[in-house]
């Protein structure tokens, strides 16, 4: 016996999509209920249960495609701590514990403590991880740039959790193993990128980025970027960029022109990979030459 079942399921339509096409392949006789069944919660609250004004409206605000199901969770969260008439205020409480996530709440906790200037700290240079030299070596052997960057910050948060002011190459070593694409260090075409005798530049250039001023909307943009390397390295791009161009301010402009010019590099760095590795040999049947030989000796 079918019907049209789930929650989701549309009364404008007769049957539901899975009894469809469970009614198309079945190489038997099906029977089709139009029964509707209404769970135990709902008859419940249909007496025992009521809801004031403002939690309805409140509800209005949830998507049509999920309200059902919205309204089935507090109905049940409402009678397992007893409620018999539901307020805004219970439907706050109960979408804030079976719905988590409230990523508007939490972008615009973020821009009302940055605008407070509660997230205009600059920062403490005693925290700065140093770099042995034996460290940044082994790290430059690392051809993918990406997965440089990585590694660094791994290596960084590894030193720290041992109480360690300097990264050392047992930090960095326990990340390498034979998958990763190494090279041979060129201490002159690197040694821009060298973290421990950077260590000044990194200084200053964090002084200046720590000065400049995040409009709402760029740093709403810039949370809309995949949390940790990813953020972290498009951050510093395009506070350099800012730099660079003399802004006292970074502006939603300026973070999209930022990340395009990201993405560019990343683009380029990901082509220049393609090209560098050999293409491999066209794949044989194994069997080819052993076929061949075999009609050979049948001649």
């Known amino acids: 016996i079918l019907g049209t079942t789930g929650i989701h399921a549309d009364a404008e339509l007769d049957i539901g999509g899975n009894t469809e096409y469970l009614l198309n392949d079945a190489p038997c006789a099906v029977l089709l209920s139009q029964r509707q069944y209404q769970p135990q919660v709902d008859r419940l609250a249909s007496i025992s249960t009521s809801w004031t004004q403002e939690a309805e409206t409140r509800m209005e605000r949830v998507p049509s495609f ?143 980025a720590s000065s400049l001023q995040w409009q709402a909307a760029a740093l709403a943009r810039l949370m809309r970027v995949p949390e940790g390397f990813m953020r972290d390295s498009c951050k510093q791009k395009i506070e350099a960029q800012a730099i660079t161009q003399g802004l006292k301010q970074v502006t939603l402009a300026a973070v999209e022109d930022g990340l395009a010019k990201a993405r560019e590099a990343m683009q380029a760095q990901i082509q220049a990979q393609q090209h560098g590795r050999e293409s491999p040999q066209q794949s044989r049947c194994p069997f080819a030459k052993t076929r061949q030989q075999s009609d050979t000796e049948d001649e």
């Open 66 to 208: 999920v309200r059902a199901m919205a309204r089935m969770a507090i109905l049940r969260y409402a009678q397992e701590k007893g409620h018999t008439v539901i307020t805004e205020s219970i439907v706050e409480e109960a979408t804030t514990q079976l719905m988590p996530g409230h990523a508007e709440q939490a972008m615009g906790e973020i821009i009302h403590a940055y605008d407070r200037g509660e997230l205009k700290r600059k920062p403490d240079g005693s925290k700065v991880m140093r770099w042995s030299d034996e460290a940044t070596a082994l790290l430059l052997t690392v051809k993918d740039l990406s997965l440089r960057g990585n590694l660094s910050m791994r290596a960084e948060k590894k030193a720290r959790t041992v109480n360690s002011q300097t990264v050392e190459t047992e930090h960095l070593q326990a990340f390498l193993d034979d998958d990763i694409a190494t090279a041979q260090l060129q201490p002159h075409a690197d040694a821009a990128h060298q973290p421990g005798n950077q260590s000044t530049v990194d200084m200053e250039a964090a002084t200046k």
